[in-house]
């Protein structure tokens, strides 16, 4: 059974930076897609980043790119999502979610889920 494992995060100022890790078990980063998605209050939960799992590619949403960066350690079985440059509007609860084939926009399509992690800017 596939599982995810989540750390990093915590209260930043804006313009700082954290790091975000997610550690899977059951199955491989380099053939399943991991998505980082998040959920800020009253609001629905949305797609971040994807990083596709036999092609290394990655995505980001529009107003993260040049800001976060996906990647991953296949001898570590991790994905990674640095965040800098952090504004107010960033602030939420982060999950990383892992699929087969492709990345996906969909949260459905994903299987398996990290707990979540809150990310909180300010100053």
């Known amino acids: 059974q596939g599982q995810l494992v989540q750390s990093g995060g915590g209260l930043v100022q804006p313009g700082g930076a954290l790091r975000l890790s997610c550690v899977a078990s059951g199955f491989g980063v380099d053939y399943y897609s991991v998505a980082w998605f998040r959920q800020a209050p009253g609001r629905e939960r949305e797609g971040v980043s994807c990083i596709g799992g036999t092609s290394g590619l990655t995505y980001y949403k529009e107003s993260v790119k040049g800001r976060f960066t996906i990647s991953r350690d296949n001898a570590k079985n991790t994905v990674y999502l640095q965040m800098n440059s952090l504004k107010s509007e960033d602030t939420a609860v982060y999950y990383c979610?892992?699929?087969?084939?492709?990345?996906?926009?969909?949260?459905?399509?994903?299987?398996?889920w990290g707990q979540g992690t809150q990310v909180t800017v300010s100053s």
């Open positions: 979610a892992a699929k087969e084939d492709l990345c996906s926009l969909y949260i459905s399509a994903y299987e398996f």
